[in-house]
Nanobody
Framework: QVQLVESGGGLVQAGGSLRLSCEAS????????MGWYRQAPGKQRDLVAT???????NYADSVKGRFTISRDNAKNTVYLQMNSLKPEDTAVYSC?????????????????WGQGTQVTVSS
Protein backbone atom coordinates (compact mmCIF):
# COMPACT_ATOMS: atom_id res chain seq x y z
CA GLN A 1 0.00 0.00 0.00
CA VAL A 2 0.94 3.65 -0.36
CA GLN A 3 0.48 6.40 2.20
CA LEU A 4 0.64 10.13 1.51
CA VAL A 5 1.25 12.58 4.34
CA GLU A 6 0.87 16.33 3.79
CA SER A 7 2.30 19.13 5.89
CA GLY A 8 2.74 22.87 5.76
CA GLY A 9 -0.80 24.20 5.86
CA GLY A 10 -1.90 26.97 8.18
CA LEU A 11 -3.22 30.50 8.53
CA VAL A 12 -1.62 33.34 6.58
CA GLN A 13 -2.55 36.89 5.66
CA ALA A 14 -3.38 37.86 2.12
CA GLY A 15 -0.21 38.42 0.15
CA GLY A 16 1.72 35.92 2.23
CA SER A 17 3.29 32.59 1.34
CA LEU A 18 3.06 28.96 2.39
CA ARG A 19 4.86 25.82 1.27
CA LEU A 20 3.07 22.50 1.30
CA SER A 21 4.85 19.15 1.29
CA CYS A 22 3.54 15.66 0.60
CA GLU A 23 5.63 12.53 1.10
CA ALA A 24 4.59 9.16 -0.30
CA SER A 25 5.71 5.98 1.43
CA UNK A 26 5.01 2.26 1.28
CA UNK A 27 5.68 -0.53 -1.18
CA UNK A 28 6.23 1.90 -4.04
CA UNK A 29 7.68 0.71 -7.31
CA UNK A 30 7.28 3.96 -9.22
CA UNK A 31 5.29 7.20 -9.18
CA UNK A 32 4.07 8.80 -12.39
CA UNK A 33 2.14 12.01 -11.88
CA MET A 34 1.89 13.78 -8.52
CA GLY A 35 -0.37 16.71 -7.90
CA TRP A 36 -2.37 18.96 -5.63
CA TYR A 37 -6.11 19.51 -5.52
CA ARG A 38 -8.13 21.80 -3.28
CA GLN A 39 -11.67 21.93 -2.01
CA ALA A 40 -13.29 24.98 -0.48
CA PRO A 41 -16.40 24.67 1.72
CA GLY A 42 -19.49 23.98 -0.37
CA LYS A 43 -17.50 23.65 -3.59
CA GLN A 44 -16.19 20.80 -5.69
CA ARG A 45 -12.60 19.63 -5.53
CA ASP A 46 -10.51 21.39 -8.15
CA LEU A 47 -7.12 20.72 -9.68
CA VAL A 48 -4.37 23.09 -8.53
CA ALA A 49 -1.24 21.70 -10.19
CA THR A 50 0.36 18.49 -11.40
CA UNK A 51 3.90 17.39 -12.18
CA UNK A 52 5.21 14.37 -14.04
CA UNK A 53 8.25 12.33 -13.07
CA UNK A 54 10.17 14.20 -15.75
CA UNK A 55 9.21 17.57 -14.32
CA UNK A 56 6.51 18.70 -16.74
CA UNK A 57 3.98 20.85 -14.92
CA ASN A 58 0.38 21.92 -15.34
CA TYR A 59 -1.44 24.63 -13.38
CA ALA A 60 -4.97 25.86 -12.92
CA ASP A 61 -5.38 29.30 -14.46
CA SER A 62 -6.27 30.75 -11.07
CA VAL A 63 -2.83 29.96 -9.61
CA LYS A 64 -0.52 30.48 -12.59
CA GLY A 65 2.31 32.85 -11.75
CA ARG A 66 1.68 32.52 -8.00
CA PHE A 67 2.08 28.80 -7.21
CA THR A 68 4.98 26.52 -8.12
CA ILE A 69 4.86 22.73 -7.96
CA SER A 70 8.05 20.70 -7.68
CA ARG A 71 9.09 17.22 -6.64
CA ASP A 72 12.01 15.24 -5.30
CA ASN A 73 11.81 11.83 -6.95
CA ALA A 74 14.43 10.34 -4.63
CA LYS A 75 12.24 11.24 -1.65
CA ASN A 76 8.86 10.53 -3.31
CA THR A 77 7.87 14.02 -2.24
CA VAL A 78 5.93 16.76 -3.99
CA TYR A 79 5.91 20.41 -2.94
CA LEU A 80 3.61 23.35 -3.58
CA GLN A 81 5.08 26.81 -3.07
CA MET A 82 2.21 29.28 -2.76
CA ASN A 83 2.98 33.00 -3.04
CA SER A 84 0.77 36.07 -3.18
CA LEU A 85 -1.99 34.16 -1.47
CA LYS A 86 -5.55 35.43 -1.72
CA PRO A 87 -8.59 34.78 0.49
CA GLU A 88 -10.09 32.75 -2.36
CA ASP A 89 -7.20 30.30 -2.04
CA THR A 90 -8.66 29.18 1.30
CA ALA A 91 -9.38 25.45 1.06
CA VAL A 92 -8.33 21.98 2.11
CA TYR A 93 -5.38 21.03 -0.07
CA SER A 94 -4.86 17.34 -0.85
CA CYS A 95 -2.03 15.67 -2.70
CA UNK A 96 -2.43 12.74 -5.07
CA UNK A 97 0.03 10.27 -6.51
CA UNK A 98 -0.43 8.01 -9.52
CA UNK A 99 1.68 5.18 -8.17
CA UNK A 100 2.59 1.60 -9.00
CA UNK A 101 3.02 -0.45 -5.85
CA UNK A 102 3.01 -3.96 -4.43
CA UNK A 103 -0.29 -4.93 -2.82
CA UNK A 104 -0.96 -8.45 -1.54
CA UNK A 105 1.91 -9.74 -3.63
CA UNK A 106 0.61 -8.17 -6.82
CA UNK A 107 1.74 -5.13 -8.76
CA UNK A 108 -1.04 -2.59 -9.10
CA UNK A 109 -1.34 1.00 -10.24
CA UNK A 110 -3.72 3.36 -8.47
CA UNK A 111 -4.31 6.96 -7.46
CA UNK A 112 -3.48 7.48 -3.79
CA TRP A 113 -4.66 10.51 -1.79
CA GLY A 114 -3.41 12.27 1.29
CA GLN A 115 -5.66 13.27 4.18
CA GLY A 116 -5.58 16.96 3.29
CA THR A 117 -4.20 20.05 4.97
CA GLN A 118 -6.10 23.26 5.68
CA VAL A 119 -4.92 26.52 4.14
CA THR A 120 -6.67 29.66 5.37
CA VAL A 121 -5.91 33.09 3.94
CA SER A 122 -7.25 36.07 5.86
CA SER A 123 -8.03 39.39 4.22
Amino acid sequence: QVQLVESGGGLVQAGGSLRLSCEASGNIISINIMGWYRQAPGKQRDLVATITGGGSTNYADSVKGRFTISRDNAKNTVYLQMNSLKPEDTAVYSCVADATAMKDGLVSRNDYWGQGTQVTVSS
